[in-house]
């Protein structure tokens, strides 16, 4: 009896483990629905657009293969110091496009639904897209050969950096259930594009609770609601009210706060003519003052180039340069007295501003009911029937890679885990030993550091009215080849000043224009040629010059 119980026991528990293992298979071929690796070539697997934009011919080569035309380049290339490949776009300020038709479409209304695929700068990022559409069925009104920016897509995802642009688009189109048309609908906030070589792997888990989580190299930066106002521009679900377009403003509706004051009379001693400068007639032209010197003179070093044409190229003339001469001087040329405030200024007069006793408000046109409203429990997405890249980038050098559509979240860990991961990490310690190589890896380190935590802040929702000043910034920073530290604090002063100003100021507040002066390094500038002492001569005497016109201007 207790032999049968115990032999019992020992079945349920053998049946619960196998139960469990299967409910927790990480590996569950079921769950990857779509998964492309480039191991092999792309050439009659993915079809190039024959759009005369992105037109391309096939040519097979020994190492690699390549889909190329007048558009851009498709290689089919192994990453930069590995033996992993992928698909390889190689020529700047070109349009590309080419698609992949999945097997069966991929529904997103029900579970979750994972998007990723990898992405390598290998040439770093100026201006380029390195984004992904996952388009809707042919049903739609496209087809595969002529794939181009209109063909319609469920969701665009990925890295986009070019000027003020700097984020990780995450984009759905929706059909609104009372008109039938398709609203793009984008994500607010998205974080910043890492701005190093590196492979990095991009991830968006759609789930069935109607949200959907960003992540890059497996941490999240990003989570949002599909049904909150907050999280999408234009929000997914309507307003409920609109401005009734065809109410007018009445003819007498009079929405002037103030007014011009009718009693007001200008002041007999109320001068408008006066000019806002004069001279400063207690100036004295300081001593040592070179009259008959010109500012600047012929570039003495300078010749006339050997294909100079004077017929074609017109008289050739020395190019000018700074006279060395009023380095030392307190100025040159003809002396003139500065100029000073006028005490006795006012400007044009102007009556002052009283309330205005008919002011009725500012007019608003009356609500009505929005007749596109409608309500959802969930977002109503197309399927996925293709995959597509579609870009116009200046950048070359953009390598795709492992693209995956997972059903399950465990699974697209999994591919991080053993398909990005390895690279990465060799990457890193590469990257490393570089830096360490050349002497600059203190100095560099801390340089991607602060310029890494300078891209996280200009994420911050609380920052995102003066984002695009704060990215403007520290590009500007980031093309200085010999960057001073004193770049990277005034940057990070104009951030700690918007904080500063929005709280004690008001979030309506316009954001503060601190002007940064960027100082490179002289003694390190590439782009000088000569010795390290003509480099030297070259910056005292530039300095010099600065201070010479900065006295003239004190004076």
Known sequence: MMMGRLALLLLLAFASLQFFCFADDDNNDDDVVFYESFEESFVGRWIVSNKDDY??????????????????LWKHSKSEGHEDYGLLVSDKARKYAIVKVVDEPVSLKDGTTVLQFETRLQSGIECGGAYIKFLRPQEAGWKPEEFDNGSPYSIMFGPDKCGTTNKVHFIFKHKNPKNGEYVEHHLKYPPSVPSDKLTHVYTATLKRDKEVKIMIDGEEKKKANFLAAEDFDPP????????????????????????????????????EDAPMEIEDEEAVKPEGWLDDEPEEIDDPEATKPEDWDDEEDGVWEPP??????????????????????????????????????????????????????????????????????????????????????????????????????????????????????????????????????????????????????????????????????????????????????????????????????????????????????????????NEAAAAARRRRRET
């Open 55 to 72: 037109k391309g011919l096939v040519a097979l080569g020994v190492d690699i293969d390549v889909v190329f035309g007048a558009a851009g």
């Open 236 to 271: 997914l679900i309507p307003a409920k009210t609109i401005p009734d377009p065809d109410d007018k403003k009445p003819e007498d509706w009079d929405d002037k706060e103030k007014i011009p004051d009718p009693n007001a009379v200008k002041p007999d001693d109320w001068d």
């Open 320 to 541: 000018k340069m700074y006279n060395p001469k009023c380095a030392i001087a307190p100025g040159c040329g003809e002396w003139k007295r500065p100029m000073k405030s006028n005490p006795a200024y006012k400007g044009k007069w102007s009556p002052p501003l009283i309330d205005n006793p008919n002011y009725k408000g500012v007019w608003k046109a009356r609500e009505i009911p929005n007749p596109n409203y409608f309500e959802l429990d969930k977002p109503d997405f197309e399927p996925i029937a293709a995959i597509g890249i579609e870009i116009w980038t200046m950048q070359e050098g953009i390598l795709f890679d492992n693209i995956l559509i997972a059903k399950n979240e465990k699974v697209a860990k999994s591919y991080r885990e053993t398909k990005w991961k390895p690279k990465f990490e060799v990457e890193k310690e590469r990257q490393q030993a570089e830096e360490e190589a050349s002497g600059l890896d203190f100095l560099a380190s801390i340089k991607r550091k602060v310029f890494n935590a300078l891209y996280q802040i200009a994420d911050i929702p609380f920052l995102s009215n003066y984002k695009p000043q704060i990215l403007d910034h520290i590009k500007k920073a980031e093309k200085q080849p010999n960057l001073t530290m004193g770049v990277l604090v005034s940057t990070v002063a104009i951030i700690l000043t918007i904080f500063l100003k929005l709280i004690f100021g008001g979030k309506n507040q316009q954001c503060p224009r601190i002007e940064t002066k960027l100082v490179p390094v002289v003694a390190e500038t590439s782009d000088d040629q000569g010795s390290d002492g003509e480099k030297v001569e070259k910056a005292e005497k």
